[in-house]
């Protein structure tokens, strides 16, 4: 969901950086071939994903949930030179067409995907992250949060996507919604966190930005 009119949302993206042209071509590519196509950044996002990332200047890049690949590659546009990118995704369909645009990228040989729970392979990563995007199954946001904490360096930033979910993190609350029960949760650890300072964006569908302090 656009919190932004349709006519605001157009301007701000025609005065903003434009779209790269392997960005756009993945792009189109992912709506005419993929179920579920507005789970893309998209130009916008992708503008403000790599220009924080150029702002860090990261060495080591973790991101939960790759989907075509699209974020991974604007959050690389900041990484070192010597610098990892580390992308989990569960969906080995999408294994080959990330793959792809990766290499089709100057960051290819920078860019590490895995296979599986990303609850799993979190722990087996032996590195320390200085910038980490979160865009993966909502219910367990809380349990990533817990998990990479251990990994990050003071300084390090904590992208969280979706957190507003269309707005029913302000809405009356199903019983059986458990994803927007734990957004809410996670929302509240953000902000509350003793070791992170945390700014909530409406930028498409939330975007939150944490810093380890």
């Known amino acids: ?13 025609k005065h903003s950086q434009v779209e790269p042209e392997l960005l756009q071509k993945l792009n189109r590519e992912t709506w005419q071939k993929m179920i579920a196509p507005r789970m893309l950044s998209g130009h916008l996002q992708g503008r403000v994903l790599s220009m924080l990332s ?10 939960i949930g790759t989907y075509t690949g699209y974020s991974a590659l604007c959050l690389a546009e900041g990484i ?8 989990i995704d569960i969906n080995e369909e999408l294994f080959d067409f990330q793959r792809k645009y ?20 979190i722990p087996k990563l032996n590195k320390t992250f200085d910038l980490v995007f979160i865009d993966a ?12 904490l251990p990994k ?14 269309s707005g029913k993190v302000v809405e009356e609350l199903k019983e059986d919604d458990e ?14 966190h003793p070791n992170l300072e945390t700014v909530l964006l409406p930028i498409r569908d939330g975007l939150a930005i944490s810093r380890v302090i």
Do not use: C, R
């Open 80 to 87: 070192q030179e010597n610098g990892e990118l580390h992308t």
């Open 179 to 192: 994803e927007t029960k734990a957004l809410i949760q996670y929302n509240k650890l953000l902000n509350e």
């Open 1 to 13: 969901m656009d919190f932004l009119p349709e006519k605001i949302n157009a301007y701000v993206e």
């Open 137 to 148: 199954d909502k219910s367990n946001y809380p349990n990533y949060l817990e998990i990479i």
């Open 54 to 63: 150029k702002l860090i200047q990261p060495k080591n890049i973790l991101e």
């Open 152 to 165: 990050l360096k003071k300084g390090a930033v904590i992208l969280s996507d979706n957190v507003l979910w």
């Open 102 to 121: 990766f290499d089709e990228s100057p960051f290819g040989k920078q860019i590490f995907q895995h296979l599986g729970n990303a609850l799993e392979i």
